[in-house]
């Protein structure tokens, strides 16, 4: 017998992550979950967008699974809000995937919220990969990384249904053409909701709390594709 070649082991790999995935899917839409995947570089603001998010959402059952390759740094902020957050620990690997999602939301409070957060590991490339069984991935870019990511990171741009442009009270610090870069995501992803935001001054939070609000209503009332 031949040996497997990498491609046929990263194609086994991504194949059983679809299964797991796919029952994930099975089990939130049972339970009305709305689940969003976060990806970005890392420091673009994911856990400093979902902490200023957290009080925004009074009402809704809201949970939260940090993907990182060492420390219970970011859970540890998130559980300080009072809101359950498990720490995903990948020992090294650079992006989640189904099965420790699956092993982390037999937990009370994960797998019924109404809103499940995961954050991914700090990374722009393979986490794009990886179906964690949500309803859509969000992309950030925070706009101190530079205006020409989304040309160069495609994979991501294309498929996350909404980019949010995080730290918008640096733009007057730094070189960051919004209008090249919300170009740029639309010739990648025509149905790309953009959300511009700062979680420092607050900006555009209520849009993206609302947004949220809107999507589950429309997750539990079946209406179609997401957002
Ligand atoms: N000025 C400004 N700084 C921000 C904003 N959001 C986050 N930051 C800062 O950016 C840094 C990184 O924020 P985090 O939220 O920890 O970033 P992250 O994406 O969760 O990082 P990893 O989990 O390591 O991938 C922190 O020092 C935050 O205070 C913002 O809206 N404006
Ligand atoms: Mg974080
Ligand atoms: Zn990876």
Not at 93 to 102: E, K, N, V
């Amino acid at each position: 017998m031949t040996e497997p070649t990498k491609i046929d082991v990263k194609r086994r790999i991504l194949e059983s992550n679809e299964l797991a995935a796919a029952k994930l899917r099975q089990g939130f839409s049972a339970t009305g979950t709305l689940v969003v995947n976060l990806i970005s570089s890392p420091g673009s603001g994911k856990t400093t967008l979902l902490e200023s998010t957290i009080g925004r959402l009074s009402g809704l059952k809201v949970a939260v699974l940090e993907g990182d390759i060492a420390t219970e740094r970011d859970a540890d902020r998130i559980r300080k809000l009072g809101v359950p957050a498990r720490q995903i620990l990948t020992g090294g690997s650079c992006h989640l995937d189904a099965r420790q999602i699956q092993r982390e939301i037999v937990e009370e409070g994960f797998a019924n919220a109404d809103i499940l957060f995961i954050e991914n590991v700090g990374n722009l490339i393979c986490p794009t990969a990886y179906d964690l069984g949500e309803d859509f991935k969000i992309a950030l870019l925070s706009v101190s990384e530079g205006d020409d990511k989304p040309f160069k990171y495609p994979g991501i741009f294309s498929k996350a249904a909404v980019t949010i442009i995080t730290k918008i009270d640096l733009l007057d610090y730094v070189d960051f053409d919004l209008e090249a870069v919300e170009d740029q995501i639309r010739s990648l992803n025509q149905r790309s909701v953009i959300l511009k935001t700062s979680a420092r001054a607050g900006t555009h939070l209520d849009e993206w709390c609302a947004f949220l609000r809107s999507t589950l209503e429309k997750k539990r009332g079946g209406a179609g594709p997401l957002p």
